[in-house]
């Protein structure tokens, strides 16, 4: 079956660091990858996503590759913001299914 | 604007009782799909529906059980409430695989 593997978390660091957050998947035929930001006490958003091999999705500063050959889509942003605390889901969605299935998430924590 | 809505956000119950948590979407989706989120787990498939009268299991479905009597709304009910279904619990939709899957809220239910 599908799996998505997140590293551990949570993840501190100061304001302006550079961030990567790893994400592995497992998945038959040629799923879209995703990642979803969830800030404290609210619902899951979007953050951005890649539909094919290679493609490099971004948003807010925020990226990621779609790497089929490492079966890979690590998040990196190049300088943190306290405003980007939150857990940090990675995704994936296969064309028999649709349902996403998550990793387990990574808390964030950015501080001044 | 198109939007899902969850209710109640939030919920205590007795264990045994029948719960039942609403979704409702105004996109007019056809996959709706009801997640429940715990700590160190991610978010876990309950069910899913890929359109009216469509309803199949997802890996956490036991306890749990749906219906599509049309296409904005899917209610997930919990025939007798177990403590070990404290949770919180998350309702999305999409229209097509790959695209955007959004997301509701969030219900927060405690069983005591």
């Known amino acids: 079956g599908n799996s998505v593997t997140q590293m551990e978390g949570p993840v501190t660091l100061s304001e302006e660091a550079f961030l990567t957050i790893n994400c592995t998947y497992t998945a038959t035929g040629y799923p879209s990858l995703f990642w979803y930001v969830q800030y404290p006490g609210e619902g899951l958003q979007l953050l951005l996503k890649?539909?094919?091999?290679?493609d490099k999705g971004s948003n807010k500063g925020f990226e990621a590759t779609y790497r089929k050959e490492t079966t890979s889509f690590h998040l990196e942003k190049g300088s943190v913001q306290v405003s980007d605390s939150a857990v940090y889901f990675c995704?994936?969605?296969?064309?028999?299914?649709?349902?996403?299935?998550f990793g387990s998430g990574t808390r964030l924590q950015v501080q001044p | 604007d198109a939007e899902i809505t969850q209710s109640p956000r939030h919920k205590i119950t007795e264990t045994g009782r029948q719960v039942t948590l609403a979704c409702h979407q105004t996109w007019n989706h056809n996959n709706m799909f009801w997640y429940r989120q715990d700590l160190g787990h991610g978010l876990r498939l309950i069910h899913y529906?890929?359109?009216?009268?469509?309803?199949n299991k997802g890996e956490v479905s036991d306890g749990y059980s749906v219906s599509r009597s049309n296409t904005e709304d899917l209610p997930l009910t919990l025939e007798s409430a177990a403590s070990s279904q404290t949770s919180v619990y998350f309702c999305?939709?999409?229209?097509?695989?790959?695209?955007?899957?959004?997301f509701g809220e969030g219900s927060w239910l405690t069983v005591v």
């Open positions: 529906s890929y359109g009216v009268h469509d309803t």
């Open positions: 890649a539909t094919k091999a290679d």
């Open positions: 999305a939709s999409t229209q097509t695989f790959g695209n955007t899957i959004y």
């Open positions: 995704a994936l969605s296969d064309t028999g299914r649709r349902a996403l299935t």
